[in-house]
């Protein structure tokens, strides 16, 4: 039996690309044919009310408790759970790479980094994007009247870092970009800063 939206799971090929993954998915295999697809319209565990159910879920219905989920969670206890030993683990690349934290917003991402770089001994490092407009010098004044530099670094959009980052040895990021996938530098690909000076210098974990 299998389950789950194929078009959201694609199967994990090393440096591949749109088309590699989608010819390795479930759906491109000669079994496919043999296998009889069932759609489930109902979904049991919102609508029942059982006794088990009001146990589990702590007198609330499976409904009300998914929605209640995350809901003001402190990031101390949140991080705590997820991050046990934080302080004396950090370092390893082993530790890191088990776990994550998964957010909806920026700002979400931005909360919970700023409270576990916090834990990281070690001074910060803040390193800004570049921010510098090419345009032509007979325009010049239009174009910075119309999208100010200041205006520009308070934008945030999904997918892009932050106008800035704080950053400190045994940081771990992650890659938005594919910069070199033949050396495995993809679009994901968790680094962890060994380094800091005018650029960060990272090793991949």
Not at 14 to 30: F, I, K, M, P, W
């Amino acid at each position: 039996m299998f389950r789950g939206d194929f078009r959201q799971t694609l199967p994990i090929v090393a440096n591949a690309g749109r088309e590699e993954s989608v010819d390795a998915s479930l759906t491109r295999s000669y079994l496919w044919p043999l296998c009889t697809v069932l759609h489930l319209t109902q979904n049991m565990r919102v609508t029942s009310n059982t006794a088990y159910q009001w146990r589990v879920f702590g007198g609330q219905t499976f409904a009300e408790w998914t929605l209640s989920v995350g809901d003001d969670a402190p990031i101390e206890k949140m991080t705590s759970e997820i991050y046990p030993n934080f302080p004396q683990r950090f370092h390893s690349a082993s530790y890191m790479t088990e776990r994550s934290i998964v957010t909806p917003t920026n700002s979400n991402v931005t909360e919970i980094y700023t409270h576990m770089l916090s834990l990281v001994p070690g001074p910060i490092q803040t390193y800004f994007s570049s921010d510098t407009l090419h345009i032509d010098a007979t325009d010049a004044a239009r174009i910075e009247a119309e999208y100010p530099i200041e205006f520009l670094n308070t934008l945030s959009f999904n997918g892009y870092p932050e106008h800035h980052i704080d950053l400190k040895v045994f940081t771990p990021i992650m890659l938005l970009r594919n910069l070199n996938p033949a050396i495995g530098l993809c679009n994901g690909t968790r680094l962890m800063i060994v380094y800091c000076w005018v650029f960060a210098e990272v090793m991949v974990i």
